[in-house]
Nanobody, 124 residues
Framework: QVQLVESGGGSVQPGGSLTLSCVYS????????MSWFRQAPGAGREGIAH????????YYADSVKGRFIISRDDAKNTMYLKMNYLKVEDSGMYYC?????????????????WGQGTQVTVSS
């Protein structure tokens, strides 16, 4: 049984930083690359970062490039998202996603598993 559990969300002022974690288990089959998505109220899920199975390749949406860093530690079964220089528009629910089927990593429809999400609020 696959489980993804996010943590690390919270409230922060603009310009601040947060680090999210996603602890995963049961990912023994299929594609093991992983992604972070976020969803603001009333909006669809936006892909923001993707990391390959062993962490050798990282990809970012333009909206977070240069500010966010995705990483993973497979020995700890944990993926991270270090968020720097946070903006008000970064607010939303953040989700980790795993086991991507055929398709681009930005497409939320191609993932088999999702965590429950962790809330990030950026405000002054």
């Amino acid at each position: 049984q696959v489980q993804l559990v996010e943590s690390g969300g919270g409230s922060v002022q603009p310009g601040g930083s947060l680090t999210l974690s996603c602890v995963y288990s049961g990912l023994t089959d299929g594609d093991r690359s992983m992604s972070w998505f976020r969803q603001a109220p009333g909006a669809g899920r936006e892909g923001i970062a993707h990391i390959s199975h062993y962490g050798s390749r990282q990809y970012y949406a333009d909206s977070v490039k240069g500010r966010f860093i995705i990483s993973r530690d497979d020995a700890k079964n944990t993926m991270y998202l270090k968020m720097n220089y946070l903006k008000v528009e970064d607010s939303g629910m953040y989700y980790c996603a795993a086991q991507k089927r055929t398709g681009g990593w930005l497409n939320s429809e191609v993932y088999n598993y999702w965590g429950q999400g962790t809330q990030v609020t950026v405000s002054s």
